[in-house]
């Protein structure tokens, strides 16, 4: 079944993870504070504002709320077609939602309808931004400026949305961001809060961690006070080092994640836009940080197309269902006043999305979604059968004299093998080199010329999804070669090929360089988003990958087996290795 949502699990949060779990501080501490500071200088804080790590999105609502000064008998303004933690967090300060009407377009409160709901009791307005997308914000901060009431941007889809340039979080009044398991930027559970003063933070401080007055300094060192006052009601609201590591890990990728998750929005509303009964979402997702992407099925059809689509293998969802339907808030004022939510709430169909989706999954979802409306399949992504073809065309020799240069080496290149050439002298070079680093290899064997060549034609050409490259200086001497051993289409990821050092180059760097060329190469001309490459741990190679940007992801113990030709070192699933590892490592770009 193909998910809605799907996180990035990756080397690099597990590497987070276990880092979290070595220094053995598992509560509040250092982690927290560089999450704290990595994501004030992500969200392009002015000096005065101050953000505040939490456990959940829920935790900063409630907190924000009470700053807001929100207390038992009061109101607050907020869409029906809002999260349950936002109605829960207003319940937690004794106050109960008003429910103001939405727009058409972004989903968002209608500030127009805004004005005539407020009354003394209303003291907050939560201005949500729906899957990322902004709000009229800019015209409800000025309706609440204008009563002397605060707002709170629920800004959990919509970490990184900038509008008119800025970052939420970096104008306005209180702003909060969920990083739990299914958003954009995920701590497994995690929250944030941003206030936009020094004074309102240190009132959150405390009510974050029981109202204890531990100082922030003291916590931040992995460390704790014996001695504290407790200042009043407060909340088991911090967030842990794990978590904090753990989103600190996915800080570093979420442009990516941005950059792609707005690509697929966009090709999801190319593939379904124009079709009759289907609201595809109506904005062109600029600056947008799109959490989740939700269409619209009109003609009371919604229920038949999520069950269609379950029965071709695709899940979707509903968010949400609106609040004024639940038992608890039937009687909130507004309820029966919202029409554009009635309607809206019975179309909304959230479809797959999620950071580092193959082209092919958004191409299965809409042209199943199309099939459903009687419309023609869709054209597959002429990005991955360019992708393949030049690769084709590369190794078939229908490029002529095909070539990447190598960055900062004038007259050095990568050459392709192609199925026109190995050329004699190639396969001798690569013979000789194979033999000199045999040890490097997890297959051992004296390579003679007839099997390189073998090798070359039998496997590396004919093969769809892997090229070699012959590393030549510009005297024309071949230094060895560095390729992509497998190229994984559908996750747009490569497999590199071992670059085995120990070649005397007479350009020192060189054999570095080309990897990196062969990197840039493979982003810019097959969109590839990450390498691996699989590494034996006695290979001065190993430092050579860590010093290009890739980092481990783990090493497996190998047993070495002989055979007829030689010894191939086998991965043990257990610790019965011979000293020897293989090491994985991967690279994804930021
Ligand atoms: C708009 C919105 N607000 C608040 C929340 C609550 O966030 P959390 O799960 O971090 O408590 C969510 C969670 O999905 C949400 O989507």
Not at 127 to 143: K, S, W
Not at 170 to 185: E, R
Not at 457 to 481: C, H, K
Request: glycine letters at 10%; hydrophobic letters at 40%.
């Amino acid at each position: 079944m193909i998910p809605v949502f799907k996180p990035v699990i990756d080397a690099f949060m597990i590497k987070a993870a276990t880092d979290a779990l070595e220094l053995g501080w598992l509560g509040m501490g250092s982690y927290v504070r560089e999450f704290e500071e990595s994501l004030a200088n992500y969200f392009e804080l002015g000096p005065d504002r101050a953000l505040i790590a939490v456990n959940t999105c829920t935790s900063a609502l409630h907190l924000a709320l009470r700053v807001a000064g929100v207390g038992p008998g009061d109101e607050v303004i907020t869409p029906a077609l809002n999260n349950i933690g936002d109605f829960q967090a207003i319940g937690m300060c004794g106050a109960r939602p008003v429910f103001v009407d939405i727009c058409d377009d972004d989903i968002g409160l209608n500030p127009e309808l805004i004005e005539r709901a407020i009354t003394p009791k209303v003291k907050a307005i939560i201005a949500l931004h729906y899957m990322g997308v902004p709000c009229r914000i800019d015209a409800i901060l000025q309706i609440a400026r204008k009563h002397g009431i605060r707002v709170i941007e629920d800004a959990a889809h919509a970490t990184g949305t900038r509008v008119n340039g800025r970052r939420i979080g970096s104008y306005g009044d209180l702003s909060c961001f969920s990083f739990d398991a299914i958003k954009t930027l995920t701590c497994i559970d995690g929250g944030a809060v941003i206030v936009p003063n020094k004074k309102e933070a240190e009132g959150i401080y405390p009510a974050r961690l029981l109202g204890m007055t531990q100082p922030n300094e003291r916590l931040y060192s992995n460390s704790r006070a014996y001695q504290f006052d407790v200042l009043g009601q407060g909340f088991r609201y911090h967030l842990a080092n794990l978590h904090a590591s753990i989103g600190l890990s996915q800080l570093k990728q979420l442009d990516t994640f941005v950059a792609n998750r707005r690509e697929y929005s966009l090709r999801y509303n190319e593939l379904l836009g124009g079709i009759e009964g289907l609201i595809v979402p109506q904005t062109d997702f600029a600056d947008a940080s799109v959490f989740h992407y939700v269409i619209r099925v009109t003609d009371n059809r919604r229920a038949d197309l999520a069950a269609f689509l379950k029965s071709r293998g695709i899940d979707t969802g509903i968010h949400w269902l609106p609040g004024h339907g639940f038992t608890w808030l039937k009687s909130c004022r507004g309820a029966n006043e919202i029409p554009m939510t009635d309607r809206i709430g019975g179309e909304i169909l959230t479809l797959p999305l999620w950071s580092f989706m193959p082209d092919a999954v958004i191409e299965k979802v809409a042209g199943e979604i199309r099939a459903f409306f009687g419309r023609p399949p869709v054209v597959a992504s002429t990005r991955t059968l360019d992708r393949a073809q030049l690769l084709s065309d590369i190794k078939q020799g229908n490029r002529a004299d095909y070539e990447i240069p190598i960055e900062g080496f004038p007259g050095a290149r990568l050459r392709p093998v192609t199925t026109a050439n190995p050329r004699v002298d190639d396969v001798a070079r690569l013979t000789a080199w194979r033999n000199r680093n045999h040890q490097s290899f997890l297959s051992e064997f004296t390579a003679t010329e007839a099997r390189t060549r073998g090798w070359l034609t039998g496997s590396v050409t004919a093969d769809d999804s892997r090229i070699l490259f012959m590393i030549e200086e510009r005297s024309g001497l071949v230094l060895g070669y560095v390729g992509l051993a497998y190229i994984d289409w559908a996750n747009s990821y490569g497999e590199a090929d071992s670059v085995v050092r120990g070649e005397r180059a007479s350009a020192p760097g060189i054999m570095g360089a080309a990897v990196k060329s062969l990197m840039s190469w493979g982003r810019r001309e097959l969109q590839l988003r990450g390498y691996g490459v699989r590494v034996l741990s006695d290979n001065p190679a190993l430092e050579f990958y860590h010093k290009q940007g890739f980092r481990e992801q783990r090493r497996v113990p190998l047993r070495s087996v002989r055979t007829a030709d030689g010894i191939v070192w086998e991965e043990t699933s257990g610790i019965a290795g011979e000293g020897r590892e293989l090491v994985h490592m991967v690279h994804v770009d930021s």
